[in-house]
């Protein structure tokens, strides 16, 4: 569950730049669709892992668009694992700067541990991962709960707005070749069906009810986001800078999290070609990441983002057809 919650909440979730740049007003339906399709896609995606007991993701995508289209779709999730691994390390670099310090150094401070990682192989993830994303999923939800409090802000104010609805289906769509990729790496590591429920149904619900309250807090500062590089510095404006500083480490642990999953994807679907440890292929692809990061993490979000999320249509119908598709079939 924290490995596919650690997938999703990116640079560019957890500093609001991706809500925003996708929902913001009139998005509650949005929100509530995103939350219904993503438990699908997650309960899609590890059932095939799980019957296929898959070590990388590439019999995984076959099953899903087919044999014709899976060509074109591995060099898709190359491509996205290969430029949102590198939003994240531009991320931290952005971070970093938000403290008047180096952006290169930033952005070696999530590069030299990210290669690290991969000493431990996959447990080494899911590991971090189940320690930092409960304290960055509390320490997100206290940010958010204190400053609707503190603004008097109605949570269901928004509700009745709706007319942003289609902008749950790009969104999806964009996380869900991220998804394939890190869970399509981890089949031959499933034990029982009832890890696929829980790890897809809570997932779904902790990310529609996370999503939901940051983007009822950033509509209320909507002004102000158009000044802040990281839409979440706005919100923390109006508290002691030791909030600041905290909530700066959650963001930067948030990058790093995403940042292995992307690069979990990328290595073990080149580990066949490549008969080397894991962590000398992570130190190969972090390599060649480096030289992309000064394009800046903003410019990086508001391009590539909403361009991924139109490619992955079809990706995301498969999902959702996959469970009708699978209970009707005709032997």
């Not at 839409?231 to 642990?253: D, E, K, N, T």
Request: aromatic residues 14%; contains cysteine.
């Amino acid at each position: 569950m924290f490995l596919i919650v650690g997938t999703m909440i990116g640079a560019g979730y957890a500093s609001g730049r991706e809500l925003w740049q996708f929902f913001g007003y009139d998005s509650s339906l949005a929100i509530l669709l995103f939350t219904v399709m993503f438990i699908i896609c997650c309960l899609s995606i590890m059932s095939i892992s799980f019957k296929q007991q898959s070590g990388d993701y590439l019999s995984v995508l076959r099953t899903i668009v087919g044999k014709h289209l899976t060509g074109v779709y591995d060099w898709m999730i190359i491509i996205y694992l290969f430029t949102t691994t590198v939003v994240m390390l531009a991320g931290s670099g952005a971070t970093w700067e938000a403290f008047h310090l180096s952006y290169r150094l930033g952005v070696l401070a999530i590069a030299i541990p990210l290669i690290l990682l991969f000493v431990w192989d996959i447990k080494g993830i899911v590991t971090v991962n189940s320690l930092v994303l409960p304290l960055l999923i509390s320490g997100l939800l206290f940010i958010l709960i204190v400053f609707i409090s503190d603004q008097n802000l109605s949570l269901f104010s928004h509700v009745t707005e709706t007319d942003n609805w289609k902008a749950a289906f790009p969104f999806t769509a964009l996380n869900v070749l991220p998804l394939i990729a890190v869970l399509g790496a981890i089949g031959n590591r499933m034990r029982s069906r009832k890890e696929v429920w829980v790890a897809s149904v809570g997932s779904g619900l902790i990310l529609g009810v996370v999503s939901f309250l940051y983007n009822n807090s950033l509509i209320q500062i909507s002004d102000e986001i158009l000044v802040y590089e990281i839409p979440l510095f706005a919100i923390l404006q109006h508290y002691p800078y030791g909030m600041m500083v905290f909530m700066s480490i959650m963001m930067w642990i948030a990058i790093f999290t995403t940042a292995a999953s992307g690069t979990l994807g990328l290595v073990t679907r080149f580990r066949s070609y490549w008969k080397q440890p894991l962590w000398m292929v992570a130190f190969a692809v972090v390599a060649l990441m480096l030289p992309f990061t000064s394009f800046g993490f903003s410019t990086l979000i508001e391009y590539l983002y909403p361009l991924y999320g139109l490619l992955n249509l079809y990706v995301l119908s498969s999902l959702l057809i996959y469970p009708l598709t699978q209970r009707f079939k005709i032997s």
